[in-house]
């Protein structure tokens, strides 16, 4: 069960919450960072996912379009994930019926949040949004040949569609899971801005929480 408040003030007394938010444009910085530190420890791990600098440009936009998110718990900044209605034309074709869904993006959870089922969470609140713009699933692409990552997301509840290798593309290992399931494995989700797209992905207007 999704809970949701006005304001963040009730995050201060509740510890173990996660909250998740709008990114601001001075945030861009930040989600880069996750970015950039998720790609160290990848590297450590011997997997060749991002090996190469954030694409600020992206990151900017999603910013600016009201589509990236940071997830923060009592002890600050645990996370990011962005979530759109922009399905890649290369990997999501007519027959999928690319408007049925919301499509996650840059999902990263901080170092220091690994290990207790942040992840888990923020792919429930992306459920739950999902379910809200009244679409029928949530999907993402994964990086083709980080198996680990591709059993992670069927841990959670996707289910994998196919894989589309396109030699410029490093990614394409397609998942997808029903909007409106939940896992409740991680902790409970503060959701600080809703109701978020519409099928097409155009932002709807609604009721929106206080940033801080």
């Known amino acids: ?14 510890r173990g919450y996660l ?11 930040k989600i880069a960072a996750l970015w950039s530190d998720a790609a160290r420890w990848l590297d450590g791990r011997g997997y060749d996912q991002w090996q190469y600098p954030p694409n600020m440009s992206r990151i900017h936009d999603s910013i600016v379009h009201g589509t990236a998110y940071i997830a923060e718990m009592e002890d600050g900044v645990v996370g990011t994930i962005t979530l759109d209605g922009a399905a890649d034309p290369e ?49 993402l692409d994964a990086w083709k040949r980080n198996y680990a990552l591709q059993d992670y ?5 996707f289910t994998h569609v196919r894989t589309i290798d396109l030699p410029h593309r490093n990614s394409g290992a397609l998942f997808q899971r029903e909007a409106g399931t939940f896992l409740n494995a991680g902790p409970s989700v503060v959701d600080l801005e809703f109701p978020t797209h519409t099928a097409s992905g155009a932002p709807i207007e609604g009721r929106r929480g206080a940033i801080y």
Do not use: C
């Open 91 to 139: 990997f999501w074709h007519a027959n999928d019926f690319p408007l049925s869904a919301l499509y996650i993006h840059r999902m990263i959870v901080s170092e220091v949040a690994r290990g207790r089922q942040v992840g888990s969470s923020m792919l429930d609140w992306a459920s739950a949004r999902a379910e809200r713009a009244g679409v029928k699933f949530v999907r």
């Open 19 to 29: 909250a998740i938010r709008p990114a601001h444009e001075r945030e861009a910085a």
């Open 1 to 14: 069960m999704m809970k949701t408040l006005d304001s963040v003030e009730p995050l201060r007394l509740n």
């Open 153 to 157: 997301y069927r841990s959670n509840g």
